[in-house]
Each structure stands twice: as structure tokens, then as C-alpha cells.
């Protein structure tokens, strides 16, 4: 059974930066078609800030280009998300994704929280 869990959120000041990590277990990351960060904010739909597919593209959402990276460990399991320059709209909780065989899973999610 796959599991995704989320770590690394918290507060940091405008400009600082976060590394979030999503660990996989039930199966290797590197098989699932493709592994993303969404986030979410109360009283708006989850949007996708990044994705890493199988082959190792990447994609990104407008807000963050530039200042997110998505990346792929093999080794650990994990897909990692790094934020710099954050703002505070980048505040919201950050959940982690995943898609195999037609199969959505999602991780129980990590607060993120940008103080201006």
C-alpha cells in the first residue's frame, strides 16, 4: 500500500527558504508517473506548484518558476521541494502527490506559513 509523508514545513520570514520533503513507502519513487506538490489555501482549490514526472521533466506553476525546485532522491525515496525567496502568498498547507497505474495518492499535507 502506498504511503506519502510530508515534512519540512513552517514559519520563515518573506525572502527565506524552505526544503519540504514528501517519502514515499509501498512503492519506489521513481515508478510512479509522476510525483507533485500542490498546496492549498482555506476557501480556495488546491493548486499544483510542481511536478517531477517518471523521465525526470519537471513542470511548474508561473507563481514559483524561478524560485521553487522540484527534485527526485532514488536513494531515499523522497521528492523534495526547494522554496526560496519565499513571499507571503505562499503561505498554505503543501501536500504531496503521486500517480501510478491511474491511482492518485495523496500525503496528509505540511503547513507552510510566510510572515511578512
Known amino acids: 500500500q502506498v504511503q506519502l509523508v510530508e515534512s519540512g514545513g513552517g514559519l520563515v520570514q518573506a525572502g527565506g527558504s524552505l526544503r519540504l520533503s514528501c517519502l514515499a513507502s509501498?512503492?519506489?519513487?521513481?515508478?510512479?508517473?509522476?510525483v507533485g506538490w500542490y498546496r492549498q489555501t482555506p476557501g480556495k482549490q488546491r493548486e499544483l506548484v510542481a511536478l517531477i514526472y517518471g523521465g525526470g521533466s519537471t513542470v511548474y506553476a508561473d507563481s514559483v518558476k524561478g524560485r521553487f525546485t522540484i527534485s527526485r532522491d532514488n536513494a531515499k525515496n523522497t521528492v523534495n521541494l526547494e522554496m526560496n525567496s519565499l513571499k507571503t502568498e505562499d503561505t498554505a498547507v503543501y501536500y504531496c502527490?503521486?500517480?501510478?497505474?491511474?491511482?492518485?495518492?495523496w500525503g496528509q499535507g505540511t503547513q507552510v506559513t510566510v510572515s511578512s
Open positions: 502527490n503521486s500517480v501510478a497505474a491511474q491511482l492518485n495518492y
Open positions: 509501498g512503492r519506489r519513487i521513481f515508478s510512479f508517473s509522476a
